[in-house]
C-alpha cells in the first residue's frame, strides 16, 4: 500500500503510510494509525520491528477500514452530534471497530444482489 487521497463525504483525505521513528504519535496512544480530521490525513503505521504478525499488510488494511470509518462519521456530523449520557457511540472504537470489521462481509452480500 501506498500514500494516496480518498474522497470522504466531499472532503479529500490524504493517506499517509508513515514509520514509527517518523511519527512520534506511532509510538504511543495511536500505535498503528490514526485519523486527524483538523488536517484531513489519515496515518498507517508500516510494520515495526517487534511487530510479530505474519500478514502485516492484511492487518494494515484492516487499520485503514478503522481510520476510513472515523473519517465518514466526523465528515458526516456523526462525531459530535452523537452525544448521549453514556458518551458518544460515533466515536467509540469498538463501535468503529464494529463497522470496520464487518464492512467486507456487507459489501460481498451487497456486490451479491447486485445492490452496489
Known amino acids: 500500500m501506498k500514500d494516496c487521497k480518498v474522497n ?13 521513528k517518523d511519527d512520534e504519535r506511532l509510538d504511543g496512544k495511536y500505535r498503528d494509525g490514526y485519523t486527524d480530521n483538523s488536517t484531513h490525513e489519515i496515518i498507517i503505521c508500516n ?35 452523537s452525544v448521549s449520557t453514556c458518551g458518544a457511540w460515533a466515536v467509540n472504537e469498538e463501535m468503529v471497530d464494529w463497522f470496520a470489521i464487518q464492512s467486507p462481509k456487507i ?9 452496489l
Open 47 to 81: 510494520k515495526k520491528d517487534d511487530c510479530e504478525l505474519e500478514d502485516y499488510e492484511g492487518w494494515k488494511k484492516s487499520i485503514l477500514r478503522h481510520e476510513l470509518i472515523h473519517a465518514f462519521l466526523f465528515e458526516s456530523g456523526l462525531d459530535s452530534s
Open 8 to 20: 470522504i463525504l466531499g472532503t479529500e483525505y490524504n493517506v499517509f503510510f508513515r514509520n514509527e
Open 107 to 115: 459489501c460481498k452480500v451487497f456486490n451479491e444482489l447486485d445492490l
